[in-house]
């Protein structure tokens, strides 16, 4: 990871929020290079009008990923380098993939965020907040078990866990208590990752400290002996959990290598989660640029999904584009024919065209940007090239990794061209009006391609009963699948039909407003690989 010994350019953080017309009044200073912004600000900017909203997705990616955090900065950059008011609105990484199989996520070659090594790691503490918040809640519900249960929790039913900002597969189950009396009730729990929490999607889907405060209140926290659900207003700890998270509620700003602005704040997993960066960053990036770029995790099956069926009614505005960020070697990895390279593409080619006839789907205007390596043939590249436009797709050629906003140039130009010549009536996927069943078999059968939903007995009651509850019943649904595929197994690449999708568990989460349904073989508390990113960070 570069961090700030290896930038020689970066600018002073002020300079950058001027670049935003942010003065000084709003910022809370992090050192010279990370600032946060103040919620003040808002009755300044709300009144003005929103710029273009750019949505960066990719295809379901290999294991190394696709470039999708690098593209998202060079394309910013590169419309900076145009003359265009421009703001970056990405996630903050977790040090869990940090350390562990992907590394940093602050981009990389000349299109990084900077400083990288403080993003990356403690970033301004928001998320050892967001952990040291959900584990206070955690010590509250023990704490008042141990004196006398007045709640009647039930001790089977206790449904918020712990959780820590690192892989670690030997915390996901574990059993508290143990020892003396006085060390509390034994019972089994475990640990969760801390992007995974609850209290980090409220985060990032709260408009103001008002609205966070009145999210963690409707927290369920588990269930009583009758079956009815207790909730964080309960416990009375609500307060104290507000006050943790009074800083980290505000925006980071941070810089590109280039010297754009960059909003950096929240960041759920698109696996687990619903993989968006805050509500709050995003407005402000609207209203303080021309155009925002922002970016959702893994493919478009998992974070722009969850983008355009949870954030975006609450934000309040849809993408103006979406741009499918993809590679040669990913499109080679849904292949079933290894014959020859061509062979490969033409196989593999059927996983981005689902994603890009998902997008339109929703009746959005598409991109497609091909982050280019140098092992990559011309003639591979105008296959890919012929295929969009045979799709009638715009493509553009990107190489941000190596020569930054240059590189990325042609696709901003593509970009600005296709909003300006495309207009669209977004169309949505489900209607809050629709079941929980229906919700969940729309999701598998037009963004999956599944023919149908197989549902544990687990999974079968607790939805019947989120679909008894007026309040539950109208929540968009937040899918935790593998990143891999379309399916719920990671081993079925490519475009797969006439499959099934095994639904064995869901959770109700009321403060963040969703209900989260685990879809086949899903870990909240990720491993480290065989050789962690650790071992080789000096």
Sequence with gaps: MNGIKNVDNIKNIQQIAKKLSVNSDYLELYGKYKAKILADIWDTIKESNNGKL?????INPTIAGEGKTTTSIG?????????????????EPSMGPCFGMKGGATGGGKSQIVPAEDINLHFNGDLHAITSAHNLLSAIIDNHIYYGNKLN???????????LDLNDRSLRNVVIGLGKTTNGIVRESGFDITVSSEIMAILCLSHDLQDLSQRIDKIIVGYDTDGNAIR????????????????????NLVQTLEGTPALVHGGPFANIAHGCNSIIATKYALKLADYTVTEAGFGADLGAEKFLNIKCPILGKYPDITVIVVTIRAIKLHSASKKNAIEELSSGFANLKKHIANMKRYNLPVVVALNVFASDSKEEIEYVKHRCEEMGVNFAETNAWGIGAKGAVDLAKIVIKTMQSESYNFNPLYSRDDSVFEKIYKLANEIY?????????????ILQDAEKNAGVRHYPVCMAKTQYSFSDDKNLLGAPENFEIKIND???????????????DINTMPGLPLQPAAESFM
């Design 54 to 58: 750019i949505l960066v997705t990719s």
């Design 75 to 91: 394309l910013a950059d590169a419309l900076a380098f145009l003359g265009y008011k421009t703001c970056l609105a990405l996630r």
């Design 153 to 163: 929790f039930d001790l089977k039913r206790i449904t918020w866990r712990r959780v």
């Design 232 to 251: 964080c207003n309960q416990l009375k700890v609500t307060g104290a959990i507000v006050t943790l998270l009074k800083s980290a509620i505000h925006p």
């Design 449 to 461: 391609g599944a023919s149908g939903v197989l549902y544990s007995q687990k999974a079968k009651k």
């Design 506 to 520: 869901a959770k109700i989460m009321d403060g963040a407003g969703f209900i989260v349904i685990y879809a086949g």
